[in-house]
């Protein structure tokens, strides 16, 4: 009985042993061809005979699910701290843009962006924020909300104090003060007549037509009479100033003058401003002195129009398209291509005054 037990058990064992021959047969078998019969479809791929086995559980990544998609937001305006803005905002372009167009050609109110109202913009200079509503404008038009001009002016008038001080000692404060209270009354008066000479050009300008007379929110017997009292005022400080400071002050009249009819003849009026906003460059040094060094004072007034030049001729380059069409000429357009290399000529020249003006002074590095 044991005996048959152990020769079926070894049957059974040398039968599990033995590999499948039908299924050994078809794993190696070619697959059969693809006729159009059996596959009206068309051919589908094949897989290969032995496909590799998947990896171990522990080899595969964690599928986690995808990030959900930012909230949308609306391609007509952003807001952001309470200010509704268009998506075509630029710092370069006015904020107010051209409304959306639905697919039928109609505009779409929905996506136009509102307007803000003047009372929720917010104020653009201590302009808007501090003066009554009544001197807004006299301020606007003596350029008080844009003080780079004033120092522009100021400048030629402290090299020139400072370079007239005695060796080891300060400038005078006392002139330092005159002359900047001067500056910028000067500069206020020199815009006021430009403005009322230029009021029929600055309307077509675009960067000057919300100018007060351009825009008509003051008129020009208005405009003569804030001149003049900027004037007294001027002569006030003038008076404070020795006799030959006095004639040479108020012959700084005749070039404030004039300054805005140059760009209606030549190309050059950046050089004719030269002459102007410098003359403190020569007033300064006669108010110490009570006399002019020419050895001194002309490469220092020369350095300043050079320096004019420079600063001016970029400044004149964004008006370069509406002066053709206006017919005014300025110096960007005279130099055209050839900036850089006029302006690099300028910059060098204005070095090399300021550098004979100081060694003519005895000035030390």
């Not at 094949?46 to 930012?70: D, E, N, Q, T």
């Not at 007379?213 to 007294?232: E, H, K, N, R």
């Not at 050089?271 to 002019?292: D, H, P, Q, R, V």
Request: hydrophobic residues 40%; proline residues 12%; contains cysteine.
């Amino acid at each position: 009985m044991a005996l048959l037990r152990a020769a079926a058990a070894a049957d059974l064992l040398r039968r599990h042993r033995r590999a499948p021959l039908p299924l050994l047969l078809s794993a190696l078998s070619p697959p059969p061809p693809t006729t159009p019969e059996s596959c009206p479809d068309g051919p589908s791929p094949v897989a290969p005979y032995f496909a590799p086995p998947p990896p171990p559980l522990c080899r595969r990544r964690r599928s986690w699910p995808p990030p959900p998609p930012p909230p949308r937001v609306s391609s007509s305006s952003y807001v952001g701290r309470g200010i509704l803005l268009p998506a075509t905002f630029s710092i370069y372009s006015p904020l107010s843009t051209s409304s959306s167009a639905s697919p039928d050609g109609s505009p779409d109110e929905d996506s136009s962006p509102p307007h803000p109202s003047p009372a929720a913009a917010p104020p653009s200079s201590w302009v808007d924020r501090w003066l009554p509503q009544a001197a807004r404008p006299y301020a606007m038009l003596a350029r008080l909300d844009k003080p780079i001009g004033t120092w522009l002016l100021a400048w030629p008038c402290f090299w020139s104090i400072s370079m007239a001080a005695m060796p080891g000692e300060l400038p005078d404060m006392r002139m330092l003060a005159l002359f900047g209270c001067g500056a910028v009354l000067l500069r206020g008066a020199g815009c006021t007549v430009n403005d009322l000479l230029d009021r029929d050009i600055d309307n077509k300008v675009e960067r000057t037509k919300s100018r007060p007379f351009a825009s008509g929110i003051l008129t020009p017997t208005q405009g003569v009479g804030f001149l003049g009292l900027q004037l007294l005022l001027g002569l006030g400080i003038l008076l404070q100033l020795n006799n030959y400071s006095r004639i040479l002050g108020a012959s700084s009249l005749f070039l404030v003058f004039s300054y805005p009819l140059m760009k209606r003849f030549t190309f050059w009026p950046q050089a004719y401003l030269g002459l102007t906003f410098n003359w403190g460059a020569l007033l300064g040094w006669a108010a110490i002195k009570e006399s002019l060094d020419p050895a001194i004072i002309l490469p220092l007034y020369t350095a300043g129009i050079c320096w004019t030049l420079v600063y001016d001729t970029i400044y004149a380059h964004q008006d370069k398209e509406d002066d053709l069409k206006v017919g005014v000429k300025s110096t960007a357009l005279r130099f055209g291509d050839l900036t850089k290399h006029w302006i690099s000529g300028f910059g060098v020249a204005c070095i090399g005054s300021l550098a004979l003006s100081g060694y003519s002074a005895d000035l030390g590095w």
